[in-house]
């Protein structure tokens, strides 16, 4: 037994010093490291690949070159596109994958997320990004303000409070929210504005299609719904209303407490939101330096946040999408398997009633 263990060990030392002597490795200069790969939409069978490569300062006039082909097939993109920058194409420094919308609408996105999901050198953390126009303009354009195209896009879509409307979908998200029968997919939608980019909408998967697009303060409900404690700063602009027109909110911490009745074919909820904020701005004709105007404030946010989340519900009950996840708490309670099926019905017939109760905590510039 110990000569078989010495013989493998033996044989082991002869492979890996043969493999050291024989085998040669790639240094950084000869490798071209994607950091962003983009999608675009050509006929049913290709589609247009290009790719963001960061250039180390001073080696090219432009610190991220761009480089475009037609391809059937992620890997053969990738092998046509390193003939182009006469270096291999790395993509273990994939940061962000960007499709158009007509790319998203057509049902390509899953398979192309796939082929990265599965490849071991990708991170999980990879961006995902719908674009409104062409990817490769958006890649290829300037942005005076923002040169570097890589760390322009890795800032834009790395999660900070105040943009926490936005559900910064990596591709482990995706995946998730495309195997889970309860949760559909939302990624940020983005549009080139101006010389800059902009998250303007978020867009709404029902399956593997894109099919349709809610606003960022729709969005921001949603993630209140989910259950997330830190919101991003809300921009209230009363409709209706004489006395109270507009006024910001910030430093906003909310709490979530949904109770259903159990049953798929009469389903209800009822939804109760808690918020406490700091009120940083003010237009209207309010004196409030009173409390009982302050309280007066307080319920019309209440009733302004109340029917904002109830016309995002119908708006999703429409679509049969649950993004939110509220058919779970009909799933918790039923025996068997659940199904996708199951969650667009819950959402289709869904009986809800919403109540929010708004404290503001102090005050800002006040007119």
Not at 138 to 163: C, G, I, R, S, W
């Amino acid at each position: 037994m110990k000569k078989l263990i010495l013989l493998f060990f033996i044989v082991g030392i002869t492979l890996t010093a043969g493999c050291t002597e024989t085998g040669q490795r790639t240094s950084v200069e000869e490798l071209s490291l994607v950091s962003s790969i983009g999608f675009d939409l050509v006929n049913d069978k290709e589609m247009r690949m290009t790719v963001g490569i960061p250039q180390p300062a001073g080696e090219s006039p432009e610190l991220t070159e761009s480089y475009s082909v037609n391809t059937e097939m992620v890997s053969e993109g990738l092998v046509k596109l390193s003939s182009k920058t006469d270096k291999m194409i790395v993509i273990n420094q994939l940061r962000t994958l960007l499709f158009s919308e007509e790319f998203a609408k057509n049902g390509k996105v899953t398979e192309i997320i796939e082929h990265f999901y599965r490849n071991p050198t990708v991170g999980n953390k990879v961006r995902i990004v719908i674009v409104k126009d062409k990817v490769e303009d958006v890649l290829k354009a300037d942005y005076p303000e923002n040169q570097h195209m890589d760390a322009y896009l890795n800032e834009l879509f790395e999660p900070k409070l105040h943009t926490s409307f936005s559900p910064f979908t990596s591709i482990h998200d995706y995946m998730n929210t495309q195997t889970d029968p309860v949760y559909h997919t939302m990624v940020p939608y983005l549009e080139k504005k101006e010389g800059s980019l902009e998250v303007t909408k978020v867009a709404l998967f029902d399956s593997e299609k894109l099919v349709d697009t809610i606003s960022t303060e729709q969005s921001l409900l949603i993630q209140a719904l989910v259950g997330l404690k830190k919101l991003s700063p809300i921009d209230i602009k009363f409709k209706d209303n004489e006395t109270d027109k507009h006024l910001f909110l910030e430093q906003i911490e909310s709490d979530v407490n949904i109770k259903g009745n159990k049953n798929i074919d009469f389903p209800k909820l009822n939804i109760d939101l808690k918020i406490r904020a700091v009120l940083v701005e003010y237009k209207g004709n309010r004196d409030l330096s009173k409390v009982d105007e302050y309280e007066k404030l307080e319920k019309e946010i209440n009733k302004h946040l109340e029917r904002e989340i109830k016309e995002i519900l119908e708006k999703l009950q429409k679509l049969e999408l649950d993004p939110a996840g509220l058919s779970e708490y009909f799933r918790m309670q039923h025996k068997g398997k659940w199904t996708e099926d199951l969650t667009k019905k819950v959402i289709a017939s869904l009986d809800y009633k919403v109540k929010v109760e708004m404290k503001v905590l102090n005050t800002g510039t006040l007119r």
